[in-house]
């Protein structure tokens, strides 16, 4: 049994030998070889922080429609177009709600250029109603009808408008063509105004005030040139208008009342014409003459109670006229009449004196043959 064992132990003994015999020559050792080197990865540059220009930019934007805002109520946006300015307001509300949630939210600095033109175009629309009603309330439209006419189809269009979704730029142009027509109205309306109260008389009987109202048409002749766009024309285009046809009317009470005066005179004349007529009792023998006298006296009347003094004076003076043609004419007739009485009367004397003499002469003869018997 040991001597199996002790065999057994030998073979594995061998057997080791034999393997490790053959096993590949080990290789030379080589130079040891540098760990290569690992180049880190390029890592990306932060990010700028940009929101402080962001809320910069932004708060620019916002004052620029702040003051597109104010321009539009100075023109009268709050009057003439309080809806259109409502829905403008609710947008500009939402923009300010969404700075107030993010001051730098990128959005707000390109919404903000469309809603400014659209203040702007509500400016326009406003300014462009305000001369539309000056020129309405002051008869106007009659001295352009033309340009009126174009700002009425313009202020047509913008009414179909939404003021919140059309084209701003369009708005924006539409709206100024309706100013534009309606200033232009309203500045000949103006021209048209003075040019009314001139022929009634202004340079005559108002001529300091027609003097200073022309200075104050200088004027804003002179700020139109310089801002054609300045909201304030159309109220003091209307105040200057006003004034000339309340000039307009000055000259006229005046010329009424130097009328008057040249009226009542020439009534005179007519009644005391009259007067003359009826001391002669002609109103029989010149009935129809005397009765047309009689209707213009009347209509003279009329007239002059109706502030027509001018056509009165034509009454009157028409009046007086026949009347005195009357008085002419029954005169005449009357000298011509007491000359033939005259001469009637001459005649009735010279044949009266002629029968006396024949008389006479025939009692002398008669005489005469007595003495003889």
Not at 136 to 154: C, I, K, R, T, V
Not at 181 to 187: G, N, P, S
Not at 314 to 320: F, K, L, V
């Amino acid at each position: 049994m040991v001597k199996k064992l002790y065999q057994l132990f030998a073979l594995c003994i061998l057997g080791m030998f034999v393997f490790a015999s053959c096993k590949s020559a080990p290789k030379p050792e080589s130079a040891e070889q540098p760990a290569p080197v690992v180049q880190p990865e390029p890592q990306p540059a932060p990010a700028p922080d940009t929101s402080k220009e962001d809320a910069e930019r932004n708060a620019a934007a916002l004052a620029d429609i702040e003051a597109a805002r104010n321009k539009a109520i100075e023109a009268g946006a709050e009057t003439f177009c309080p809806d259109e300015l409502s829905a403008l307001d609710k947008a500009l509300r939402a923009l300010k709600d969404s700075l107030a949630q993010n001051p730098a939210d990128t959005t707000v600095a390109e919404k903000a250029p469309d809603l400014t033109l659209r203040y702007k175009a509500l400016e326009k629309a406003a300014r462009a109603l305000a001369a539309k009603d000056a020129v309405d309330s002051l008869g106007l439209a009659q001295f352009d009808p033309d340009s009126y006419a174009e700002g009425e189809a313009a202020l047509d269009t913008l009414g179909q408008a939404d003021p919140l979704a059309d084209d701003a730029q369009t708005l924006s142009d539409t709206a100024e063509k309706a100013a534009d027509a309606y200033i232009k109205v309203l500045a000949a309306g103006v021209s048209g105004a003075r040019g009314k109260a001139i022929n009634a008389g202004a340079d005559a009987y108002c001529a300091d005030d027609l003097a200073k109202l022309d200075e104050s048409l200088n004027a804003l002749g002179q700020e139109y040139e310089r801002n054609p766009s300045d909201n304030s024309l159309p109220g003091k285009g209307r105040d200057l208008a006003a004034q000339y046809q309340a000039l307009e009317q000055a000259a006229l009470d005046a010329a009424y009342a130097s009328l008057a005066e040249s009226a009542k005179a020439e009534r005179t004349a007519a009644v005391q014409a009259k007067a003359r007529v009826d001391g002669i009792k002609s109103e029989v023998t010149e009935k129809d003459a005397y009765g047309s006298a009689q209707t213009a006296l009347a209509h003279g009347d009329e007239l002059l109670a109706g502030r027509d003094a001018k056509n009165a004076i034509a009454e009157y003076r028409n009046a007086r006229e026949i009347f005195d043609a009357v008085f002419e004419r029954v005169s005449i007739k009357r000298q011509q009449a007491s000359e033939a009485m005259r001469r009637a009367t001459e005649q009735t004397a010279e044949v009266e004196a002629f029968a006396q003499q024949a008389d006479n002469v025939e009692a002398e003869e008669v005489n005469a043959e007595g003495e003889e018997e």
